[in-house]
């Protein structure tokens, strides 16, 4: 894309709004733009993380057997009514009804609706399991909407569904879940901790957040420095691995970690004072084993291998997509702006031309951009070098191929690692090389 032709709104004053560091770097890079309170614009380039990230979500629930729906956002109250929820759900719930006066409403999730797909397309266990998984907008009216997409109304959401035949068979597919979400978090540069979790208004007995540590986070907690120390690669991550699910179990059973609200002091009491870490968090996935609840309450039921019904143990799976967008921000910024790690930048490279106009930059600028006119942001505005600088640094490409007039002559540019500061000057050959443009 080239900057002089794209929709790319940066931002020199820091805007008044927003408190936290994730909010101001999303305003000013122009990534979105606030449309209501707790409802936002994504513009291009935050569109292009939200999408990055949904991808390697999809990926990851893929290679696990989970298969893609598209479930709508607009409910029928009457879904709701059958669970149980639909009074039990309280204002966060937006409701709004048809012209022929039926109660509707924007799903804030989607337990019912999935249940009544299953239970309407699924009759014998010889079809279990299922996986199922949709990333669809929700909304959720909520009393603070706060630091951006953090906590915003409407937001991008993975949910999935899984759909067991036993107590054993469900559980196992909680902690390949769980391995999962372990894998999608690192490839998305954050560090996720698994904490034991209140199951809230979508009952259960299991369940576990994933935490970010962020002091701006909204929730407080406490674990195991085994947390911080496990060497995910060198003990497997492959959640098809029996062994590995099994190992999972046994680290979540002996290192401990909780958020404020499962707390347990005399278990923390266990842990040895030096090894005690606390802090705050910001929650971007949740995970719940929650049995029969609603295949009973909605009377969803499959045949069994002796003929007789039963009903499906269920679990449910959530990502915050688009609140994941200012966690990774919030984990990976420096003054100067967002440091993107590289599978989620929205472009790979920001390619800056220090001199339009100059025969030889223009002509080495095109050449290198036209390797990669989708993944390069090509900097050819008129503008000063110290104002490309700035805006390379505050959108946060993870490199910047600098070309500039006198390395122009000598067929170099100049290569600058974001996350690092690096600078390199290198022949052209090379350059492209290093980033893959050869
Ligand atoms: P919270 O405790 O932060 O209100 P929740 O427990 O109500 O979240 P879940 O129902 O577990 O949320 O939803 C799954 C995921 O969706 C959460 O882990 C979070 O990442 C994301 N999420 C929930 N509410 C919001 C929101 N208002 N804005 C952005 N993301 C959200
Ligand atoms: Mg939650």
């Excluded at 931002?11 to 606030?34: D, F, N, T, Y």
């Amino acid at each position: 894309m080239r900057l002089s032709q794209a929709f790319q709104p940066t931002l020199k004053e820091v805007p008044a709004e927003a408190q936290i560091a994730s909010h101001r770097l999303m305003l000013r890079a122009g990534l979105v733009r606030q449309s209501s309170s707790g409802i936002y614009t994504w513009l291009p380039a935050g569109l292009r993380v939200l999408r990055n990230i949904a991808n390697i979500v999809r990926q990851e629930q893929d290679r696990i057997g989970g298969q893609e729906i598209l479930m709508p956002t607009v409910q029928s109250a009457e879904l709701w009514r059958r669970s149980g929820r639909y009074d039990a759900y309280g204002p966060e719930m937006l409701r709004i009804k048809d012209r022929q006066d039926r109660e509707m409403l924007y799903g804030p999730t989607n337990e019912e609706m999935v249940t009544d797909l299953f239970g309407g397309t699924v009759k014998s266990y010889r079809e279990l399991p299922k996986m199922l998984y949709h990333i669809q907008w929700k909304f959720r009216d909520e009393i603070r909407p706060r630091f951006g997409v953090m906590r915003g109304r409407e937001f991008y959401m993975k949910d999935g569904y899984s759909f067991d035949l036993s107590y054993d068979d469900a559980v196992r597919s909680y902690y390949r879940i769980m391995l999962s979400y372990l894998k999608i978090f690192r490839r998305l540069g954050v560090q996720a901790v698994p904490m034991a979790a209140d199951t809230g208004p979508i009952g259960g007995e299991l369940s576990h957040e994933f935490l970010v540590l962020a002091p701006t986070g909204e929730s407080e907690v406490f674990y195991d420095a085994g947390w911080d120390e496990i060497d995910w690669d060198s003990i497997g991550l492959d959640p098809q691995k029996e062994e590995d699910l099994q190992k999972l179990r046994e680290i979540v059973k002996t290192t401990y970690s909780a958020t404020d609200e499962k707390h347990d002091l005399s278990t923390w009491e266990n842990v040895p004072e030096d090894r005690r870490r606390g802090g705050r968090g910001i929650e971007v996935g949740h995970i719940f084993y929650f049995g029969t609840k609603y295949t009973e309450s909605m009377g969803v039921e499959v045949s069994g291998a002796d003929g007789a019904p039963l009903h499906p143990h269920m679990g449910s799976y959530g990502i915050g997509v688009s609140r994941l967008v200012g966690a990774i921000i919030e984990a990976s910024h420096d003054d100067a702006g967002i440091i993107w790690p590289e599978e989620v930048a929205p472009y790979r490279a920001a390619l800056l031309n220090l001199r339009p106009g100059d025969a030889l930059c223009d002509q080495l600028c095109e050449s290198i951009y036209s390797r990669d006119p989708e993944g390069l942001l090509y900097d050819d505005r008129s503008d000063r070098a110290g104002v490309k600088f700035n805006d390379a640094d505050l959108m946060g490409h993870p490199w910047q191929i600098i070309v500039g007039p006198r390395g122009a002559k000598a067929g170099m540019v100049e290569l600058k690692h974001r996350a690092t500061g690096e600078r390199s000057e290198l022949p052209l050959d090379e350059a492209l090389a290093k980033l893959g443009l050869a």
